[in-house]
């Protein structure tokens, strides 16, 4: 049997800088998930992107920053990215579907049991689930409300659904002693233990890109919070998504985090 694996695509991987989806990028990861299906693996794909998305569809010049306008955008970006990962998947006969999660149902028994069993239904049936955070309903400026990033989304999934590994797919080869945006030298750490202080400093400030949230110090955070709960985590460059094949053949690519008991 498979593994079970938790996938996470970030908004810098999937558009451009003008928002629009990179189309041969997107085509070229739903063909290597496919063919990881057919390979026997469970797959669960977090996928961002509705923002920035709905801000290329509607050609804004650039992010809004009122939280309505973000949550429209969303609205707007998340029907587009659908389709197309529809559109995609379904030229390999592949069946996806699409799951919005809130912080609060993720935290809420009764609600998570149901998001567990509609995934494991899913999973059952070979069809994919896409994730994102609902972003229509939830609310930015209460602190606690929302996840804020899908990083740390993808890890409270991989945990909920006890998957076995979390991919993190990043617009970086993984996690450099420094900057490697600032420093020549920067040297890439291949695999990491234990996720302490020193681990954190090496992350380099803020978002990745102007379009995503999120950053080398939250998907810190969520390697940290799976392998806790003793799931292996990577983060690998998303450019090329045949790197999907490497890390799950245990090549060394990428950095890895071991699971705490493994
Ligand atoms: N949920 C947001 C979106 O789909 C992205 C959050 C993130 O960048 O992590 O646009």
Do not use: W
């Amino acid at each position: 049997m498979g593994e079970k694996i938790v996938v996470k695509v970030g908004t810098s991987t999937l558009t451009y800088e003008n928002g629009r989806l990179n189309f041969r990028r997107m085509e070229n990861l739903c063909k290597v998930l496919c063919d990881l299906q057919n390979r026997g693996n469970k797959l669960l794909l977090v996928s961002s992107g509705a923002i920035a998305v709905g801000m290329g569809k509607l050609a804004l010049p650039e992010r809004p920053v009122e939280t309505k306008q973000l949550q429209a955008l969303a609205a707007v970006g998340q029907c587009e990215l659908m389709f197309m990962y529809d559109k995609f998947f379904g030229e390999y006969n592949h069946t996806v579907a699409q799951i919005l999660l809130t912080k609060h149902v993720v935290e809420t028994e009764p609600k998570q049991n149901n998001v567990i069993n509609t995934v494991e239904t899913l999973l059952n049936m070979n069809i994919l689930p896409i994730v994102n955070e609902n972003d229509t309903v939830a609310i930015d400026e209460m602190p606690g409300e929302n996840f804020g990033d899908n990083d740390m989304l993808s890890a409270m999934v991989a945990e909920m659904i006890h998957a076995d590994r979390l991919i993190i797919l990043s617009d970086i080869d993984g996690l450099y002693d420094k900057n490697p945006r600032q420093y020549s030298d920067a040297r890439l750490i291949t695999n990491i233990s234990r996720i302490d202080e020193s681990v954190f400093k090496m992350a380099a400030d803020g978002a990745g890109s102007k379009r995503g949230t999120g950053g080398m110090k939250t998907k810190l955070s969520a390697a940290q919070y799976v392998t806790q709960s003793g799931i292996t985590c990577s983060i690998i460059n998303g450019k090329r998504p045949e790197n999907l094949y490497d890390i799950i053949d245990n090549k060394c690519i990428g950095t890895t985090f071991t699971a705490s008991g493994k």
